[in-house]
């Protein structure tokens, strides 16, 4: 009896941490160009919201939103900060907006070095975050051992063969949890150092040789662990269903194969989607979830 009260307990404040997440996603994109970062916030509500009202730490410039088919209302009010009050118009199928802005207040310079930090703090609990940084081409991260090179530390660093891009993913934020992030950079020159023309050559060679074998056995090779890796454990189980089913298979049967509730599914689904993974039409009272095969082979 008193197992069976504490699973109840533990299961009734999980539910209580999910119903009153105030933001189910928030995701940020910046791109440096010089001293400008262009900026894309995405959020997802819960439900949907009239109002929806946060601070940016700094001046904005040519400020935009909108959501599924129409424009949203924003105003910002800058004093130091920028107020920003955007009117909303959501409904429960709609619960997305993206919201634009540019500004010169993210990026500083210290000597040679160029320092990018944003405070993307919302004051509200979110259950899922991802925030991307893109530098400048013809920019490099200074060395490791400095510290504060990347804030905060558990990220990743891409490249799109032209530009370095730090990432970073998070889940289950406090309202109390400030979302500062910087990231430390230098133009390429400025890391280089005389090279004797023969180790140069002998150097550009074995790094041909070692991206070449990384693309084949990683892209090549195995593009379904790839894709698989980055993926959380719900999200893993739902593509296998679709993978099982031969690549086409209706929502309804994921929920129930998977013993996951329907909100749950919608979810998954949905990142899913927004990662190209796979496609999603609706069919009838349900949707037909497709593999996309140019990203994920059988």
């Given at each position: 009896m008193k197992k069976a009260?504490?699973?109840?307990?533990?299961?009734?404040?999980?539910?209580?941490?999910?119903?009153?997440?105030?933001?189910?996603?928030?995701?940020?994109?910046?791109?440096?160009?010089?001293?400008?970062?262009?900026?894309?916030?995405?959020?997802?509500?819960?439900?949907?919201?009239?109002?929806?009202?946060?601070?940016?730490?700094?001046r904005i410039e040519n400020l935009a939103a909108k959501t599924i088919g129409e424009s949203i209302d924003c105003k910002e009010k800058i004093s130091g900060i920028t107020l920003v009050s955007c009117k909303l118009n959501l409904t429960k199928d709609r619960r997305t907006i993206e919201v634009y802005f540019e500004t010169e207040d993210f990026v500083k310079s210290l000597d040679s070095k160029f320092i990018f930090t944003a405070d993307l703090s919302l004051g509200e609990e979110i259950s899922s975050a991802f925030v991307s940084v893109k530098l400048p081409e013809g920019m490099a991260l200074i060395s490791e051992d400095i510290p504060g090179r990347i804030l905060p530390e558990n990220s990743s660093i891409l490249s799109d063969g032209r530009h370095i891009i730090i990432t970073w993913k998070m889940d289950e934020i406090s309202k109390t949890q400030p979302l500062i992030f910087q990231v430390?950079?230098?133009?390429?020159?400025?890391?280089?150092?005389?090279?004797?023309?023969?180790?140069?050559?002998?150097?550009?060679?074995?790094?041909?040789?070692?991206?070449?074998?990384i693309f084949y056995f990683f892209y090549l090779k195995k593009p379904k662990e790839l894709v698989l890796s980055v993926l959380d454990?719900?999200?893993?189980?739902?593509?296998?269903?679709?993978?099982?089913?031969?690549?086409?298979?209706?929502?309804?049967?994921?929920?129930?194969?998977?013993?996951?509730?329907?909100?749950?599914?919608?979810?998954?689904?949905?990142?899913?989607?927004?990662?190209g993974l796979i496609e999603v039409k609706r069919l009838g009272r349900t949707n037909l979830l497709k593999l996309v095969k140019k990203k994920l082979e059988l």
């Open positions: 009260l504490v699973f109840a307990v533990f299961f009734f404040l999980i539910f209580l941490r999910v119903s009153f997440a105030q933001i189910q996603y928030y995701g940020v994109e910046s791109y440096i160009a010089g001293k400008r970062s262009y900026n894309r916030i995405t959020i997802t509500f819960p439900e949907p919201r009239e109002e929806f009202i946060f601070t940016i730490k700094g430390i950079y230098e133009p390429i020159s400025q890391q280089a150092f005389f090279i004797p023309t023969f180790y140069l050559i002998s150097f550009s060679i074995g790094i041909f040789i070692i991206s070449f074998l454990d719900f999200e893993k189980k739902v593509l296998n269903c679709i993978i099982e089913a031969g690549g086409e298979v209706k929502q309804k049967r994921i929920v129930n194969e998977t013993n996951l509730s329907k909100a749950k599914v919608s979810r998954i689904v949905k990142n899913l989607e927004k990662r």
